[in-house]
């Protein structure tokens, strides 16, 4: 054979493979529907659809999606109508990216300071073959009744329930915070309500502000004298504990690691609450009203002889003499399927 002949037959095996190659592209893309827009199913905006929520608060989203080709991000939008009010979110968790079939459930956040009126809301779904369906709807923003004196900040994260305390601590990639506040007597502002997985553990992070809205958490941990004074209990509910033998049952476990001024805390009997990490457990399924309560001790002592099990103490106020300085009161539901 030639070499010509070699060149001829050269060219028609790479022109075959080029074109075997392409075909196979098609088909693997076929697989990809890309005329096929994301369907949105009912979508629920504000408490039992509604859509209506109130400054200070935050707004209730639940809508099933189904994307043939894929969600590639999600987005929310809210413009006020006539006014310069704009508010902007992006999601692309793993929850819902690369997904097909997904049930969309978020609350977002509505600071207190956000003008009362009438807005609009888009809510697009765009799938990874670049197909986008919105979802366009009236929202109502009713003015804060008062303004937010306390917030309690839940935020999920991987842990491992041992007896009356947490081993293995870590953030957890793709979740959002979301948060529960209160005015300056530590009424529930909106709907009140804390929605939990019964199994999930959350970071509770307790807020208090200033007339300015500057944050003042901080000055009952400031040192270790200060914080020897204080500690936090989660009221009511009765629940079942978490112990050695139930493993499905409530945690509610203090953990600051240092004070203000940047010094250690060491042990469980210094910790004071302005941190804590908490378990509903599976054993306090369903709807519970419970307080966050920072007691204020009449002496330094008392502090030490609370241990991790004293948290949900009914005679805690008899036990422990002093002051409860805070009380937020509100709804904790602990169902399945909540985030």
């Known amino acids: 054979m030639n070499m010509k002949t070699r060149n001829i037959h050269f060219l028609f095996l790479f022109t075959a493979l080029f074109f075997g190659f392409l075909s196979s592209c098609k088909k693997d893309n076929a697989d990809i529907p890309v005329t096929t827009k994301p369907t949105i199913g009912t979508l629920e905006i504000g408490s039992d659809n509604n859509k209506t929520v109130k400054a200070g608060t935050d707004l209730h989203l639940e809508g099933d999606i189904i994307a043939e080709a894929l969600i590639d991000k999600i987005e929310i939008e809210i413009h006020q109508d006539g006014g310069s009010f704009k508010f902007a979110k992006i999601y692309t968790d793993e929850k819902y990216v690369g997904k097909k079939n997904v049930t969309f459930h978020?609350?977002?956040d509505i600071p207190s300071e956000v003008p009362a009126g009438q807005y609009h809301f888009h809510f697009t779904v765009t799938d990874k073959a670049g197909n986008a369906t919105t979802v366009?709807?009236?929202?109502?923003?009713?003015?804060?009744d008062a303004k937010v004196a306390f917030k309690l900040v839940f935020t999920e994260v991987d842990a491992h329930a041992h007896g009356d305390h947490f081993h293995d601590i870590a953030d957890k990639s793709g979740v959002e915070p979301f948060s529960v506040s209160f005015d300056n007597n530590g009424k529930a502002?909106?709907?009140g309500h804390a929605h939990l997985k019964p199994a999930g553990v959350y970071k509770i992070d307790f807020k208090q502000f200033d007339a300015t809205g500057q944050e003042i958490q901080g000055q009952y941990i400031k040192d270790k004298a200060t914080a020897t004074l204080y500690k936090a209990f989660l009221t009511g509910g009765t629940f079942v504990l978490n112990s050695g033998n139930i493993l499905t049952g409530a945690i509610f476990q203090p953990k600051e690691a240092t004070y203000g001024d940047g010094s250690a805390v060491t042990g469980a009997?210094?910790?004071?609450?302005i941190t804590t990490y908490f378990t509903a457990g599976k054993d306090n399924a369903g709807e519970k009203e419970v307080a966050f309560v920072l007691r204020k001790f009449k002496d330094s002592a008392t502090k030490a002889t609370i241990t991790r099990a004293d948290w949900n103490r009914t005679d805690y106020v008899a036990k422990y003499p002093g002051d409860d300085i805070i009380r937020l009161s509100f709804e904790l539901h602990a169902e399945e399927g909540e985030d």
Do not use: R
């Not at 366009?136 to 804060?144: F, H, N, Y």
């Not at 009997?269 to 609450?273: A, K, S, V």
């Open 269 to 273: 009997i210094e910790t004071t609450g």
């Open 106 to 108: 978020e609350h977002i």
């Open 136 to 144: 366009e709807s009236p929202l109502t923003i009713q003015g804060a």
């Open 189 to 191: 502002l909106g709907d």
